[in-house]
């Protein structure tokens, strides 16, 4: 089990500059997760996905923040254009879905927008 | 919307002692799961609790699922350096997808 794999581990980018953040789930997991953490506001769900389908964003903080899972292997977060507020660690994770599956995080991707 | 309460913010303690932390909540839970996180690392899942009153152990740490299904529990017996880091609740209340809210965790120091 290789676990959830985040790339990249750390991104430093400029104010304005497009972000994408990747994450491929636990094989034979169908529900995705994509988190924020904070120091001030701790982890925040952003999106969740259920077999590829976007399910609930309704933490996603503006418009400038997309999600995407084209397959169940791959799903994408990106932040166009970025901003030093939405500097944070941002975790994948994914479950097998069900109230009985727990999530299962990725090491997460540190973001530094200056 | 839902919150958990997760108390205390931090401990500093010696070697061997044990520790406490609890999460409360207002709103109904299903699950209640307890997750550590590493410093450059996510949160890695402790324990699982999936019905009220339910107490469950792993190792030397034990958790419980109050019985109101508003609160959990958990405590480290004996506890050693390598439990320092942060201890997260979280609370599911979706019958369907796994959705999580958490705590905001609990900084452990564990003094040698």
């Known amino acids: 089990d290789a676990g959830v794999i985040q790339s990249p581990r750390h991104e430093v980018t400029e104010m304005g500059q497009e972000v994408t953040l990747r994450c491929k789930p636990i094989?034979?997991?169908?529900?995705l997760f994509w988190y924020r953490q904070t120091m001030m506001r701790g982890l925040e769900l952003l999106i969740y996905?259920?077999?590829?389908?976007?399910?609930?964003d309704s933490g996603m903080p503006e418009d400038r923040f997309s999600a995407k899972m084209p397959n169940a292997s791959f799903s994408t977060l990106k932040i166009q254009p970025s901003e030093p507020r939405d500097s944070a660690v941002y975790f994948c994770?994914?479950?097998?879905?069900?109230?009985?599956?727990?999530?299962?995080f990725g090491n997460g991707t540190r973001l530094t927008v200056t | 919307g839902q919150q958990l309460n997760q108390s205390p913010q931090s401990m500093f303690i010696q070697e061997g002692e044990d520790v406490s932390m609890n999460c409360t909540s207002s709103?109904?839970?299903?699950?209640w799961l307890w997750y550590k996180q590493d410093p450059g690392e996510g949160p890695v899942l402790l324990i699982a609790?999936?019905?009220?009153?339910e107490l469950t152990s792993n190792g030397r740490l034990t958790a419980q699922f109050g019985i109101t299904r508003k609160d959990s529990f958990l405590n480290i017996s004996a506890s050693i350096p390598s439990d320092v880091g942060i201890y997260f609740c979280?609370?599911?209340?979706?019958?369907?997808?796994?959705?999580?809210?958490f705590g905001q965790g609990t900084t452990l120091q564990v003094k040698p």
């Open positions: 994770a994914s479950s097998k879905g069900g109230p009985d599956s727990p999530l299962h």
């Open positions: 094989s034979g997991h169908n529900s």
């Open positions: 996905f259920n077999n590829n389908v976007p399910i609930d």
């Open positions: 709103s109904i839970f299903n699950t």
């Open positions: 609790l999936y019905k009220a009153g």
């Open positions: 979280a609370g599911g209340s979706s019958s369907n997808t796994g959705k999580l809210i």
